[in-house]
């Protein structure tokens, strides 16, 4: 994965609460059981005219031009509810979401979304309100600014505000590590237990 510690980038505002796993990809849209492939079906329901189609519904916000190349997407509560699907994490990312800012997520999206190079950003509703107010106005500029690195996300203005992620998910999301090779780091603490064990018990090696 590509390490994450700092992205200033458009926002596309979707404020709606509980915006489930079949609404961010449809399960007509996975056609494949790779990570490839999704991005084109992202939003499917709400982003054509017709089911299986791809006539664009003009009113959807990702068929907006000043929102098409976003980056960072601003949700409303328990963000990717639904379904455990984890290709609705591989849509976003390869699409090119790098992060999500809602006031809070479902617990194994927010999981996928670590594992698969996306920062889960929990902040009050009525702050993204006021970032979402501030992007629709003015949206050829690329804002907010979401920084890892120190845990906040911050306007041009010189607003910012905190938010908190579990040192694990911190780790794999700025060093772009997977589970094995977050695992990996602990590759000679392992080899030590290994051969610690070993010498107790050396039957269970033959």
């Given at each position: ?62 068929n ?31 699409y ?45 500029i ?56 070993r ?8």
């Amino acid at each position: 994965m590509t390490p994450f510690t700092e992205l200033t980038a458009v926002a596309m505002p979707l404020l709606r609460d509980n915006i489930d796993t079949d609404a961010i990809i449809p399960s007509r849209e996975m056609k494949s059981v790779s990570k490839t492939g999704l991005a084109d079906g992202l939003f499917a329901g709400w982003r054509y005219l017709s089911v299986g189609g791809r006539d664009r519904n003009p009113d959807f916000i990702l068929n907006d031009p000043a929102f098409a190349a976003a980056q960072i997407l601003l949700g409303g509560a328990n963000f990717g509810c639904g379904s455990s699907r984890e290709h609705a994490a591989w849509a976003l990312a390869e699409y090119g979401f790098r992060a999500i800012v809602a006031p809070s997520f479902n617990p194994i999206f927010r999981g996928n979304c670590v594992r698969n190079g996306i920062v889960p950003v929990e902040l009050p509703a009525d702050i993204i309100a006021m970032i979402a107010a501030a992007v629709v106005a003015k949206p050829d500029i690329a804002l907010p600014t979401v920084n890892l690195a120190n845990g906040w996300v911050g306007m041009p203005d010189g607003r910012a505000w905190p938010f908190a992620l579990e040192e694990e998910a911190r780790t794999m999301l700025l060093e772009g590590l997977d589970a094995i090779e977050l695992t990996l780091k602990q590759a000679t603490r392992i080899v030590a237990f290994r051969d610690h064990d070993r010498a107790l018990r050396p039957w269970v090696y033959l």
